[in-house]
């Protein structure tokens, strides 16, 4: 079998296919960059006025009331606080373990739509360069052809060849710039999320220990 033949008739079929395909992945990464877009916006939230609220809950006992506020809240940080929060009866270990397993599964969730994009980013160039290969290999075929215009036509078949790498780059740098910045933002979220979590776990810490100043519940039972 001539598997240069086979390429060379495979090469016939131009760089229009991959220039279609480059166009269909740069819808994708469009689609992907304006989900994590949105999904980014609801995600985090000020870790500061939540811990405070979080702090002030645990000294008035009014942490159920902190749940119920809190419960339908998209930010991470805080549905990992509510995590660690609805195990602090089984003590501090099973809170730490509830608020590392919650963490994981959005941090799971984010990385498989981050990956896209970073797929795309690391990998497009080359299908925009196998375009051009095709290209190139399909316009040299016209030199064969032996007449006037073959020249010219290689030529410019060359050039709309040459187009298939650069379609790829157009698609891959956005690609890698908002997978490097929503990469970025992701990083943050998960700051905020441990800085609530060890928030919840030094407050369980001192509720088991009594080191809690008293609330008004606390002391009304106390009189």
Do not use: C
């Amino acid at each position: 079998m001539d598997l240069s033949g086979a390429f060379v008739d495979f090469a016939q079929l131009g760089a229009d296919w991959v220039l279609w395909l480059l166009i269909a992945l740069s819808v994708l990464s469009i689609g992907v960059m304006i989900d994590r877009y949105l999904w980014f916006q609801k995600r985090d939230t000020n870790s500061e006025n939540f811990t405070r609220e979080l702090r002030g809950a645990f000294e008035r006992d009014e942490i159920e009331r902190l749940e119920t506020k809190y419960k339908d809240h998209p930010a991470i940080p805080i549905q990992v606080g509510l995590r660690g929060l609805a195990e602090r009866g089984r003590g501090p270990e099973a809170v730490a373990e509830a608020m590392h397993g919650e963490r994981a599964r959005w941090r799971s969730g984010a990385d498989k739509n981050l990956m896209v994009l970073g797929t795309l980013g690391n990998n497009v160039p080359f299908i925009g360069l196998f375009g051009t290969v095709l290209g190139v290999i399909n316009a040299f075929q016209s030199l064969t052809l032996k007449t006037a215009e073959a020249e010219a036509q290689t030529l410019g078949a060359i050039a709309e060849a040459l187009v298939a790498t650069a379609v790829g780059l157009m698609v891959a740098i956005p690609a890698v710039i908002a997978f490097n910045f929503f990469g970025r933002k992701l990083k943050t979220v998960m700051g905020n999320a441990d800085y609530v979590a060890h928030t919840v776990l030094s407050l369980v810490h001192g509720a088991e220990h009594g080191d809690l100043t008293e609330g008004p519940a606390t002391k009304k039972q106390s009189s």
